[in-house]
C-alpha cells in the first residue's frame, strides 16, 4: 500500500486549507486510515482517523484539539480520504501525515501498518 498525501499550504489564523490522501496497490485491505500531525520539536500525534464498512455507517474519531474545527472523509471512488480543516489556529502548523492499516478504528499510531510522506501545513497568526 502507498499513500501519497497531497501539498499543504500556508494559511492565515481562521482560514482553511483541505488535504488529501491517495492509497494505491492493495487498498483491499484498508478499512481505516487517519491523519496525525508532528509540530516542530514535539511528537507525532492523532489528528483523526475513519473507518468504513459495507455493513455499517462510517466510524470516526477526532483529538479534542480539533473537533469542531476538522472533518475527516472518504471518497472510494477516488481511493482517497481527505482532511478537511476550518478555523485553523497557529498551534495547528505541523507536518500531517496520512495512515492506513489499522484493523480498528484508533488514535495509537503503533496500530497503522503504512504511512504517507507528510505535508507542511503553516498557519500564521
Known amino acids: 500500500v502507498q499513500l501519497v498525501e497531497s501539498r499543504g499550504g500556508s494559511v492565515q489564523a481562521g482560514g482553511s486549507l483541505r488535504l488529501s490522501c491517495v492509497a494505491s496497490g492493495a487498498i483491499f485491505r484498508l478499512n481505516v486510515m487517519g491523519w496525525f500531525r508532528q509540530a516542530p520539536g514535539k511528537e507525532r500525534e492523532f489528528v483523526a482517523a475513519?473507518?468504513?464498512?459495507?455493513?455499517?455507517?462510517?466510524?470516526?474519531d477526532y483529538a479534542e484539539s480539533v473537533k469542531g474545527r476538522f472533518t475527516i472523509s472518504r471518497d472510494n471512488a477516488k481511493n482517497t480520504v481527505y482532511l478537511q480543516m476550518n478555523s485553523l489556529k497557529p498551534e495547528d502548523t505541523a507536518v500531517y501525515y496520512c495512515?492506513?492499516?489499522?484493523?480498528?478504528?484508533?488514535?495509537?499510531?503503533?496500530?497503522?501498518?503504512?504511512w504517507g510522506q507528510g505535508t507542511q501545513v503553516t498557519v500564521s497568526s
Open positions: 495512515a492506513a492499516g489499522s484493523p480498528i478504528l484508533t488514535s495509537s499510531q503503533r496500530l497503522y501498518d503504512y
Open positions: 475513519l473507518k468504513w464498512s459495507t455493513l455499517y455507517a462510517d466510524s470516526t
